[in-house]
């Protein structure tokens, strides 16, 4: 399968720093989603974003699918943001199967 | 966002006993799947299901395991004989195939 590396393994911030998060991977994609993972462990998604770059409130995410990676966005963190970030790639020569990182654990302090 | 729902949100049984985890994907989606989230580790693929049969299962799919759509909207995953290494957070997806996937909010299952 598929090889997915998320670093850093774990990041801790003060409220209101930026931070980035990367995903990178061993073939090429078809598909390329990051998930927040909440406590109560629901997984929400972040992004669909197979290439290029996308915006939603404080949180970005551009994938270099020639070069292989992604990169996740933070900015001016909230406690909220807690959690753990996956990243998770679809290698398109099967039905939609994702494979996952190991995710990044983030902790905000106040 | 398109929703997917899962229950029970919570299952306690004991080894041995045959659990059945539902699901109730998206009505337009046709690509259906089951993942699993061992605790502190990370999700792993089950199977993908489209067309009313299993198109893909990994290595963790073996003979306990089963799914169907027995009504054509619940999607079902089934445990015949479960295991103490079986407790985890299972989570059902939908989506278009190979495109975006939407996930439920997951059946945490532990096995005593």
């Known amino acids: 399968g598929i090889q997915v590396e998320q670093s850093p393994p774990d990041l801790i911030l003060q409220e209101g720093a930026n931070s980035t998060l990367r995903c990178n991977f061993s073939?090429?994609?078809?598909?390329l989603q990051w998930f927040h993972q909440n406590p109560w462990g629901q997984l929400i998604n972040l992004f669909y974003i197979p290439s290029g770059t996308k915006q939603n409130g404080r949180l970005s995410a551009t994938t270099v699918a020639t070069e292989r990676y992604s990169l996740l966005y933070i900015s001016s963190s909230q406690t909220t943001d807690s959690g753990v970030y996956f990243c998770a790639v679809d290698r398109g020569s099967t039905l939609g199967r994702l494979y996952f990182g190991r995710g990044t654990q983030l902790t905000v302090w106040p | 966002e398109p929703e997917v729902t899962q229950t029970p949100s919570h299952q306690v049984t004991q080894m041995g006993q045959e659990v059945i985890l539902r699901c109730v994907p998206i009505?337009?989606?046709?690509?259906f799947y089951w993942y699993r989230q061992i605790l502190g580790q990370k999700v792993e693929f089950l199977v993908s299901?489209?067309?009313?049969?299993?198109?893909?299962k990994s290595e963790i799919f073996d003979d306990q395991f089963s799914v169907e759509r027995p009504d054509g909207s619940n999607f079902t995953l089934k445990i015949r004989s479960t295991k103490l290494e079986d407790s985890a957070m299972y989570f059902c997806a939908a989506g278009t195939g190979g495109y975006e996937q939407y996930f439920g909010p997951g059946t945490r299952l532990t096995v005593t």
């Open positions: 299901f489209y067309n009313n049969e299993i198109s893909e």
């Open positions: 009505s337009n989606h046709l690509y």
């Open positions: 073939d090429s994609v078809n598909n």
